[in-house]
């Protein structure tokens, strides 16, 4: 009986080992659409007032959860200089991959005039 119990709790182990070896979010690279916000002096899903000139982000609800409140991404657009907007809210409308910036982010790697733009973008 004890090498049995044994044998469930090495199974076990491995087991966690295995499938909690996901890549970490840090690792991964996104791509999807970027579109932009107004503030309008509400509090984002992280608890925090910003203005339009803040460089935030907003994930989408499939990836977004608290404990990602205040992380800093990466966001590449060919032809710009990348940005470094701190996420601070959540897109319920964006797709997985996709993010809505705020226009202080926006801005820096697009023009409004287009609305909708094509990034990719990570976790620093």
């Known amino acids: 009986m004890k090498s049995f119990t044994s044998s469930i709790l090495a199974i076990a ?18 791509t999807g659409d970027a579109t932009y916000y107004y503030q309008y002096g509400a509090y984002g899903s ?4 910003h203005a339009d000139s803040d460089v935030i982000v907003a994930l989408s609800s499939s990836q977004m959860s608290s404990d990602l409140c205040g992380r800093t991404i990466r966001v590449s657009r060919p032809g710009y200089n990348d940005i470094y907007p701190v996420v601070a809210d959540t ?3 964006c797709a997985y991959g996709s993010i809505d910036l705020s226009t202080g982010a926006f801005d ?12 990719s973008w990570s976790f620093v």
Not at 13 to 30: E, H, I, M, Q
Not at 46 to 49: D, K, P, V
């Open 13 to 30: 182990v491995l087991s966690a080992s295995v499938f909690g070896a996901s890549v970490p979010a840090a690792k991964r690279d996104y």
């Open 46 to 49: 992280c608890g925090q007032i």
């Open 91 to 93: 897109c319920p409308g």
């Open 108 to 119: 820096q790697i697009g023009n409004e005039a287009e609305g909708r733009i094509q990034v």
